[in-house]
């Protein structure tokens, strides 16, 4: 299980960028990622578990800062976006199938 206050500099840039936005999040123990997701919003960020075993909350706040998660999260959607252990970014515009009858 990941440190709450490992997972509260992420949760502090999703509310403030995204205020009007709930943020909701779980840890998915399948995949060893923390995944994070807007209510009601196809967008979210998974996270991986590695991520957070070697780096500091000031770290991951740098990390964040420099990032363009935000950027992302505005502009493409649907959109999951996932980090790695070493903090590098991948953004997926997710699929979405509609069956026809």
Do not use: W
Request: aromatic letters at 10%.
């Amino acid at each position: 299980m990941i440190p709450e206050e490992k997972l509260c500099p992420i949760r502090k840039y999703l509310e403030t960028n995204f205020p009007e936005l709930t943020v909701m999040d779980f840890f998915n123990s399948d995949l060893m990622v923390h995944v994070f997701y807007f209510e009601r919003e196809s967008k979210q960020v998974s996270i991986r578990g590695a991520f957070f075993e070697d780096k500091s909350v000031r770290d991951i706040e740098v990390i964040l800062e420099r990032s363009r998660i935000a950027d992302f999260l505005r502009n493409v959607e649907p959109v999951s976006i996932v980090v790695d252990e070493d903090g590098n970014i991948a953004v997926a515009k997710q699929q979405i199938s509609q069956n026809s009858s």
